[in-house]
Each structure stands twice: as structure tokens, then as C-alpha cells.
């Protein structure tokens, strides 16, 4: 099992604010995925000085493996607090895998209307992609192995932390 | 003995009755409708959890209001809605419940919603799926005779939740026609289940079930003891037919003892909440000043009654 050294998730968040920064446009707003993108774009936010605020999106109800896993036991209401129509959209996760996720958000985001582009910002991005979607913005590539899950917490201090858990 | 609505590993998998569903269970189906609730107000009003599944609504006894609810959530969910009146085919020719039954399950049926005018019509065929093996297919009970009607039972928990918060504190008085009434023991075994601190059943000795106390209320045959500094007053419909079995002087009378006007509503709370299942019956148990008034809250009943029932096909289907 590749053992690997986790980097500083706060740091991180600030290399991907720096990623962005050229490319941000005056209506330029950030959708975080819950619950580690909302907390990654939360923190993107307020390092880009951005004054509108986020949308938060859970997935639950576009996911593709419905049939197999049923609804999540704990689905959080998506909030997208402005007119998607027109607008250029960063989506933000904290891990990309298997590219499924963002695929079940950009349907939901197009739910609410037409925006001008979608970009994706993530923290780290594990390869291994089952879909053909990939990261604009992202600080880390990372390789581990499918039985590891890559997990993105706050800390008591509500620092962000990197871990990794052993699935059987 | 096996709960007959959930599945081995716990999960809800029929919805038949409120009674004898954990805690956890209600608030999961309150906390996903509240997630629900969203969907109704954005640009496309759906979502495509129930996308390819049929859902058969299958309606024994007349309701176009419950039907037209469970159509909606439905599509909201984007699952195809088949609705059979089944009191005008099959069963006018002679087929038996389970016959009908089995026949949609050959259409491919993934979901019934099931209204019968009989109490444990909707069990029945959950029982009998069971022993087909058809763990795929799931059921709703949308009312079934005196017994209980548990999606409307779910969408007043979820909306004495929006306006009270907390079911620790709250006394909340039922008051009308309980004998009768589905909705109210549907509601009287969710507020029980959910912690309210007190509940009163309010209404004349005919219209009251016997040995009531044994579900822990309190009775009141008068109006003003039942309301006085209530949180949370439920309106039942006084059904008309009623009238005819001699249980009811008149709805004039009705009215005059036990129907709700700004004066008796004076006595609850400043800030109780009033609701009723519909449809109302204006001067009969219910005056127009309270059900337009301020403290109503019949209108927000029914769009939390589509997020519920949202929530309770989405989370079936999925189990």
C-alpha cells in the first residue's frame, strides 16, 4: 500500500485561490459540492475577496448509483442563491476520482438554467477517472491505491485536514 | 415479529402506517423533504432520482386531491405515473384486490400508491409482495378506511416543524370529527413518537374513538378547555355523511360547539399555529376569519405535502 506524505489542506486551498485568480471574471461565482467542496469554497471565497455569495449543491438526488445505494441518509438541501442563467460557474469539489460526481452536478446546475461555462476546481485529483471530465484548477495530483479513500475534514480548530482510510 | 415496513437491514421499504416507525425514521423522511421542498421552486421542477421507475397510483376509493399530490411528487421525481380508478374497472367487474395487484406487478409495477376504503388494504399487498419475493416493488399507503393515512400524518409533522421547531414543549389539541378520522391517528402517533408534550382530542362524545386516553391524550368535549394556550390546533374535516348516522344534531349545531372562530382561537397561543387536512367545510367546523387568517397555515400544508411525499417515494425506491 503506497504510503504518502499529506500536504497542508489550508495551504492548498490558498495555491488554488492563486490558480484561479487570472481567470476570475467580474461574475464569477463559486458552487462547492457538499460537504468538502462547500468547505473548500468557502475558503476560495474569502481568499479571492469574492462578495457574492457561494452555492452549495449536494448531489443525492442526480446520483448514478441510486438504484444500487439508495438515497444518501443525509441529504442537504442545494442552495444556489443567484440566476445560474449566463453566468460563468466554478464548481467546487475536494477530491476528484471517478469524475461521477461532477457529472451528477453539472446536471443539477443545469436544472437551474444555461450558464455561460462550467469550470471545475478541486484540492486533489486521484486519477482513475471513469468519466471524461477533468480538473481546470487544481494544486495536487496524487496516486493511491482504490482501496484507500481520500478524506477532507475540519479539524477542532475548523482547519481542513487531509486523511486516509483503509476500506477493506 | 417482522415490521412489515422495513427491510432486514432497518431501511424503510413500505410506507403503511406512522405507528411503529422509529424516531429516526420520521426525521429522516422530515429532514429529506426539507431538501425537497427546493426543487419546487427552481427553473425545472424535477429531479431524476425516479427516472425509468413507474409508480401506479391505485385508487380504490375516490380522492383526486391525495391522488393529484402523489402525481405531482411523483414527476417531480421523474418516474411515469400510471392512475387507475379502480373502483370503474377491475373491481366493478369482480377482481379481487391481489388479482389487480399482480397484474400491475406484471406491468412491471416499481412503486403503488394505495388508497382503499378498507383499514390494511395497503399491508395486504405489501404482505403478499413479500411472499412473491418482490422486495423491488414498494408500497404507499395514501389512506385506508378508519386506519391511518401516514404521508399526511409526515407532511403535518413537517409543518408544525417549520413553524414550532421543537415537539418537547408543544401541546397540541385535534379537534372534530376523530372517530372518523385516519389523519388523526396518523397525526396522534407521530406527535406521540416525536415527543409532544401534550396532546388533546377535542370533540363531542360521538365523534370520539373509545378508550382514546389508552393512546396517552388527553379529552376534551369542550372547545374552550381543549384550545386554551394551545401551540398547535389540527382541524378535521367534518365529513357530511356523517350527519345522516344520527351522530350529529346538525352542522349548524356543529358549528355553534365545536367549530373554530377567531374568538375560540383567542384562547390558544398568541402564536399557535392552525391547520386542517382539506378540504374544508367554511362554517361548518372551521369560520373563513381563522382559515384566511393569519395564524393558518392550511396553504403551506399542501406544498410541504409534495416535498413529503417526495421524500417518502425517493427513499423507498431506493431501499
Given at each position: ?22 481567470h ?17 469554497a ?9 462578495n457574492?455569495e457561494?452555492?452549495?449543491i449536494?448531489?443525492?438526488?442526480y446520483r ?10 443525509r441529504v ?6 443567484f ?5 460563468p460557474?466554478?464548481l ?10 461532477t457529472?451528477a452536478a ?14 471545475l476546481?478541486v ?26 479513500e ?6 477542532d480548530?475548523?482547519r ?7 476500506n477493506? | 415479529m ?18 411503529g ?23 425545472v ?22 391522488r393529484?399530490?402523489?402525481?405531482i ?17 377491475s ?6 384486490l391481489l ?12 412503486m403503488?400508491?394505495v ?6 388494504a395497503?399491508?395486504l399487498?405489501a ?22 393515512h ?6 403535518d ?17 385535534v ?13 396522534l ?6 415527543g409532544?408534550?401534550e396532546l388533546?382530542a ?22 374552550r ?8 390546533i ?11 348516522g344520527?351522530?350529529?344534531?346538525s ?5 355553534s ?11 390558544a397561543k ?5 391547520m ?20 393558518a ?20 425506491a431506493g431501499?
Open positions: 500500500m503506497p504510503t504518502i506524505d499529506l500536504p497542508d489542506a489550508e495551504a492548498q486551498c490558498s495555491e488554488l485561490a492563486e490558480l484561479i485568480r487570472p476570475l471574471r467580474s461574475d464569477t461565482v463559486l458552487v462547492g459540492i457538499h460537504s468538502g467542496g462547500v468547505w473548500v468557502r475558503r476560495l471565497c474569502e481568499r479571492l475577496a469574492l457574492k457561494i452555492g452549495l449536494d448531489v443525492s438526488f448514478d448509483d441510486y438504484s444500487e445505494r439508495g438515497l444518501h441518509p442537504k438541501p442545494s442552495s444556489i442563491p440566476d445560474v442563467e449566463g453566468r460557474l466554478i467546487v469539489d475536494d477530491v476528484l476520482y471517478t469524475g461521477r460526481t457529472r453539472i446536471n443539477e446546475l443545469f436544472d437551474y438554467g444555461r450558464p455561460a461555462s462550467i469550470q476546481a484540492l486533489a485529483d486521484r486519477g482513475r477517472r471513469q468519466l471524461p471530465i477533468c480538473a481546470d484548477y487544481c494544486p495536487w495530483r496524487v496516486a493511491l491505491d482504490p482501496s484507500q481520500l478524506i477532507l475534514s475540519t479539524n480548530d475548523g481542513l485536514q487531509w486523511s486516509v482510510a483503509e477493506a | 417482522r415490521n412489515p415496513q422495513l427491510n432486514a437491514n432497518g431501511e424503510l421499504t413500505h410506507l403503511l402506517s406512522i405507528e416507525l422509529p424516531r429516526e425514521v420520521i426525521t429522516h423522511i422530515l429532514d429529506t423533504a426539507s431538501s425537497f421542498l427546493k426543487v419546487s421552486h427552481r427553473d421542477k424535477k429531479v431524476p432520482l425516479l427516472r425509468g421507475k413507474s409508480v401506479f397510483n391505485v385508487f380504490f376509493e375516490n380522492s383526486t386531491r391525495t393529484t399530490t402523489f402525481e411528487a411523483a414527476k417531480r421525481l421523474s418516474a411515469d405515473v400510471i392512475n387507475l380508478d379502480v373502483t370503474r374497472s373491481t366493478a367487474k369482480g377482481e379481487t388479482d389487480t395487484v399482480d397484474n400491475l406487478v406484471a406491468m412491471h409495477a416499481d403503488f400508491v388508497r382503499h376504503a378498507a383499514s390494511g395497503p399491508h399487498i404482505d403478499h409482495l413479500h411472499r412473491l419475493g418482490r422486495r423491488d416493488v414498494h408500497v404507499v399507503n395514501a389512506g385506508d378506511g378508519r386506519h391511518a401516514p404521508t399526511q400524518g409526515l407532511l409533522m413537517y409543518t408544525i416543524r417549520h413553524y414550532k421547531k421543537d415537539f418537547n414543549d408543544l401541546v397540541v389539541a379537534v372534530g370529527d376523530i372517530l372518523h378520522s385516519r389523519v388523526a391517528r396518523s397525526d402517533h407521530a406527535l406521540t413518537t416525536l409532544a408534550a388533546r377535542v370533540g363531542p362524545q360521538t365523534l370520539l374513538p373509545t378508550a382514546i386516553e389508552k393512546m396517552g391524550v388527553r379529552v376534551c368535549h369542550d372547545l378547555a381543549g384550545l386554551r394556550d394551545c401551540d398547535v389540527i382541524m378535521l374535516r367534518l365529513q357530511n355523511e356523517r350527519m345522516n344520527a351522530l350529529l344534531p352542522a349548524r349545531e356543529y358549528f360547539c365545536y367549530g373554530l372562530t377567531p374568538a375560540m382561537l383567542a384562547l398568541p402564536d399557535a399555529i392552525v386542517h387536512p382539506g378540504p374544508m367545510n367554511r362554517g361548518v367546523e372551521i369560520d373563513s376569519d381563522v382559515a384566511d387568517g393569519p395564524q397555515v392550511i396553504l403551506p400544508q399542501v406544498t410541504f405535502g409534495i416535498a413529503v411525499r417526495m421524500a417518502v417515494m425517493g427513499i423507498l431501499n
